[in-house]
């Protein structure tokens, strides 16, 4: 919500000044932010899930590691904001 | 333990349901059960020494063998996976899985009771009990050391287990019988299972109410199937458990006199689709033993239903629960069948729920 209310801010702002508020740079630094932030969210998930199956089976660590960084393909796809900006 | 006051603290059903998962892969399934009723007792604890009862066998191997050396691992183990439960709960999940697990409290004040009844000694009452559940070591041995039933219904007049027992007791002085005392740690049991849990649940807290009222629903039916089919001149209302959906108090004391009405009304309930098969076996095959089973089965089901329909909640913990009871129960049938001399097929027909 807290960033509903903020977005709603910006836009506002951004509305009633003729130079942008954000800059292009940093709301592509903005995106990244909140991705990463995303990310490690999904993986607080995962990651617990994949440490109990490693706790029962070692052999689940390979598997247990590679679905917990998965999320981070959302990070590395918003670094394209960085190139595209 | 913070049963009543769920803790504050933040659940982590990623880490239990994924450890429960992999545990319940790996017990026991249709095929394993094909074979074990296939085996001589030797045989069966050999293969539950491969497989996961390892640590347990080895433990017990050198001091039983047989039959009661298969018991013994199963209940150990038993023990061992739920209070490992436990040990990884956190939070408000802690609480449901402790509540529930509480049934191993009312197993063991049973055993006890049932024991020195019997005039079972110490250790012959000590070997059945499951270490799964709230009473502590001290509080057990106190049990075991209690020597008359009265003695046991003071000690357990303490605990959560206790409202009732007093006047369960003096019906036991009246008439010697252990069945009142067994339904007031049964009833006590229910009662606080259902209590204090949120008044607005959210839906995961919801399912595991939901799952809870399933199990005393099949409760009632089967003690009012029991009552139906044995034709005994008891008060139906003895045996009931509150908090159920499919009967209310009155209801059950009708239907006992009337099974067909009652089976209809099974029919017609949430439950009626999943009991189908079973209750037209009842009708027709009039077997009673392999309805108890079908229920059994349903619920299993349902609980493997809600497992995997949500699948971060309590729902997969309490379905490898009951999973696990199954192997435990099916294990011992059938090694005491084999050891009774019955064949593979009887054993798999009439003891082992799939």
Known sequence: MIELELIAAFATVLLQQSAPAIPPT??????????????????????????????ED???????????????????????????? | ????????????????????????????????????????????????????YETEM???????SGVDLVEYALNRSRAKHFSDLLRWADGRLYSYVA????????????????????????EAIETDLVRAGEFDEQFVSRLLDAGSVEAVVDLLDGTVLGAGLAEAYEEYEQHDRLVPLENAIDRAYYENLMKGLPADPSRPTALYIEFLRAEIDFRNLR????????????????????????????DLDRLVGNTDE????????RYGDRLSAALDDLETADSLMRFERALDAALLEYAEYLSRSYPLSVCPVFSYVLMKEREVRNVRAIARGREAGLGAEEIEDDLVVL
């Open chain 2, 58 to 64: 080895n433990d017990l191997g050198a001091r039983y």
């Open chain 2, 99 to 122: 509540r529930y697990l509480r049934r191993f409290d009312t197993w063991n004040a049973k055993t006890v009771l049932r024991g020195i009844y019997s005039g079972a000694d110490r």
């Open chain 1, 58 to 85: 070692d052999d689940m660590f390979g598997r247990g590691l590679i679905l917990t960084v998965l999320p981070e393909t959302l990070v590395i796809l918003a670094l394209v904001t960085i190139f595209v900006v």
């Open chain 2, 262 to 269: 009652l089976l209809t009304r099974v029919r017609e309930s």
């Open chain 2, 223 to 250: 003690n009012a199937l029991r009552l139906a089919r044995s034709g005994a001149d008891v008060d139906p209302s003895e045996y009931y458990i509150e908090d159920g959906d499919l009967f209310s108090a009155a």
């Open chain 2, 1 to 52: 333990m913070s049963i009543g006051t769920p803790s504050e603290q933040s659940s982590n059903y990623e880490y239990v349901t994924a450890r429960v998962r992999s545990r319940k892969a790996k017990l026991y399934d249709e095929d394993d059960y094909r074979k074990l009723t296939r085996m001589g007792t030797g045989e069966i604890a050999r293969f539950m020494e491969e497989s996961e």
């Open chain 1, 26 to 55: 940093a709301g592509a630094a903005i995106a990244v932010g909140l991705a990463a932030f995303g990310a490690g969210y999904a993986e607080r998930g995962i990651g617990a899930a994949a440490v109990g199956a490693v706790a």
